[in-house]
C-alpha cells in the first residue's frame, strides 16, 4: 500500500444544508425597468439585499426567452446588487437556457405560469388538500412543532423542517426564522420571518410585537419599510391573499 495515498489528507468536503434564496420572478424581458425598479426596491432595504443570492424565475413571461434574454435579465440583476445563482425548474427549453448559461436549475422553487405552456405539471409542488381559510392548527404537520425558547440573536436562524415553529421569545434583528409552515413568535420579532419556506401557501406568520425586517410567505415578501406604520410593535399576522402579501393586527 502506498504510504503517500494511506496519508494524504482530503482536500475537500461535501455538505448539504438549509440555505436562504430569493427568488426574482420576471414579468417582463425588459431588463433595463428590471434592473431600475430592482435597484429601488433594494434601496429600501440595502442591509438586507446586498450580493443576495437570488433565484431567476421566468414562468410569468407570455413567452419562453431566448438564451440571450435570459443573459440580459441576470447582468440586470447583478447590476442591481443582487447575485442570480440559479433559474428556477420549468420547461425543457428553460432547462436548455440553464445549461448554456452553465447555471443550475432549482426545482425546490415552486413555478406559477401566467400561461401553462410555461408550467410542468408533473413536477409542481401539491396543492393545498383543503381551500378553506388557513389556520394554524390545519397545516397538518404529522411532525410535532418546534419549540424555541431561547432568543433568536442576530446572526442566528432557526428552521423547522416539515412543521410550524414557535418562538417563546424575541427574534433580534438580523436573525431568522423559518419554517415549513406557519410561523409564531410570542415575543418581538425584529429580524426575518420566514413561513411555508418550501411552498404552503396557507402557512402564516404570528408575532406579539411586530419590528421585522422582512416576513416572507411561500416566496413573497415584503421588508418592514412597505409595511404600514401603524402596525409598528403591535400583534400582527401574516398571510398570502393570491400573489399578495397582507398584514393585519390580531384582534382588531
Not at 26 to 39: F, G
Not at 81 to 95: D, F, Q, R, S
Not at 140 to 149: E, I
Request: proline share 6%; with cysteine; aromatic share 6%.
Amino acid at each position: 500500500m502506498n504510504t503517500a495515498e494511506t496519508t494524504r489528507e482530503s482536500a475537500f468536503e461535501i455538505r448539504f444544508g438549509q440555505v436562504g434564496l430569493a427568488q426574482v420572478r420576471a414579468l417582463s424581458l425588459d431588463a433595463k425597468a428590471l434592473q431600475e425598479q430592482l435597484a429601488a426596491r433594494l434601496a429600501a432595504a440595502p442591509q438586507l439585499f446586498d450580493r443576495t443570492a437570488v433565484c431567476l424565475d421566468l414562468s410569468a413571461l407570455e413567452k419562453e426567452p431566448e438564451a440571450a434574454q435570459v443573459r440580459a435579465l441576470l447582468e440586470a440583476i447583478r447590476r442591481a446588487g443582487m447575485c442570480p445563482v440559479g433559474l428556477a425548474h420549468g420547461t425543457a427549453t428553460i432547462e436548455a437556457i440553464a445549461r448554456s448559461l452553465d447555471l443550475p436549475v432549482l426545482t425546490q422553487f415552486r413555478v406559477q405560469a401566467k400561461l401553462g405552456h410555461l408550467a410542468s405539471p408533473q413536477r409542481e409542488a401539491p396543492k393545498p388538500a383543503a381551500p378553506a381559510a388557513p389556520q394554524p392548527e390545519a397545516e397538518g404537520f404529522s411532525t410535532p412543532t418546534l419549540m424555541h425558547h431561547h432568543p433568536v440573536r442576530s446572526g442566528q436562524r432557526v428552521y423547522a423542517r416539515h412543521r410550524d415553529l414557535v418562538v417563546t421569545s424575541v427574534v433580534g434583528a438580523g436573525a431568522e426564522v423559518i419554517a415549513d409552515g406557519c410561523v409564531h413568535i410570542y415575543g418581538a420579532l425584529r429580524g426575518k420571518a420566514v413561513a411555508g419556506a418550501r411552498g404552503e401557501v396557507t402557512a402564516r406568520v404570528f408575532c406579539q410585537e411586530f419590528q421585522a425586517e422582512l416576513v416572507s410567505i411561500a416566496g413573497v415578501f415584503r421588508v418592514f419599510e412597505t409595511i404600514p406604520a401603524e402596525l409598528a410593535g403591535k400583534p400582527v399576522q401574516a398571510w398570502l391573499d393570491g400573489d399578495d402579501l397582507r398584514f393585519a393586527r390580531i384582534g382588531a
